[in-house]
């Protein structure tokens, strides 16, 4: 899905002419919403929606990415990740530690479609949150992204008005750490060893 609409201003802040955002977007009226708030916005020529990948391509070479981030941000309520052009103070960003990504069930009571959209649309709203998926039959809430769990469950008392309580808690980073040792342990027990008077490193019985 892309919408194109010119608007040429002078003072260039993005030097590659693309904005890559990353935004949770789980439905066409969620994409068209995007649409809606960054159109015509200060110098933004297209926009181009990725719902699959949930990313937002927005083109302009005079477009400000921090502009149009926080734009997107305090429009829709979402959290946005700015993803590219990548802050130019390298320092500062070396400095900060990986955040943590998180898998967090929380027990919410759930009692239809309606309530489960509801709770989803809140949860959406708080900093840090990358996706929410709540199951209805389980009175379960499975949301993961950078934020703090029991500072979740907070905001979800005091924007939501509901309680809720943390079931299991997952960090995805020890994960994919782990995954990446045992491929490196995979790789070196099965790494080929041909036995042949052509390798130097093979084994000969007398």
């Not at 305090?74 to 400095?95: A, M, N, T």
């Not at 990986?98 to 898998?103: A, D, G, I, K």
């Not at 782990?178 to 042949?196: E, K, W, Y």
Request: net charge negative; hydrophobic share 35%.
């Amino acid at each position: 899905m892309s919408c194109v609409a010119t608007n040429n201003q002078n003072g260039n802040n993005n030097q590659e002419g693309v904005i890559v955002l990353g935004v949770y977007i789980h439905c066409e009226g969620c994409a068209n919403e995007v649409l809606n708030h960054l159109r015509g916005f200060q110098d933004v020529e297209g926009v181009e929606i990725d719902a699959k990948n949930h990313k937002v391509r927005v083109k302009g070479a005079n477009a400000d990415p921090i502009k149009v981030s926080e734009r997107l941000r305090i429009k829709s309520g979402k959290h946005v990740e700015l993803i590219s052009p990548q802050k130019q103070d390298k320092k500062e960003e070396e400095k900060k530690p990986e955040p943590t990504v998180s898998e967090v069930v929380l027990k919410v009571y759930i009692h239809c479609e309606a309530c489960a959209n509801e709770v989803k649309h809140c949860i959406l709203k708080m900093e840090g949150v990358q996706t929410v998926n709540p199951d209805v039959a389980k009175n379960e809430v499975t949301v993961k992204g950078t934020m703090d769990p029991k500072k979740l469950v907070e905001f979800i008392s005091k924007r939501g008005g509901r309680h809720a309580e943390i079931l299991k808690e997952t960090d995805l980073n020890k994960n994919d750490k782990n995954d990446a040792n045992l491929n490196d342990i995979h790789q070196l027990v099965f790494a080929p060893q041909l036995f042949s008077d052509e390798n130097p490193n093979a084994c000969s019985l007398m």
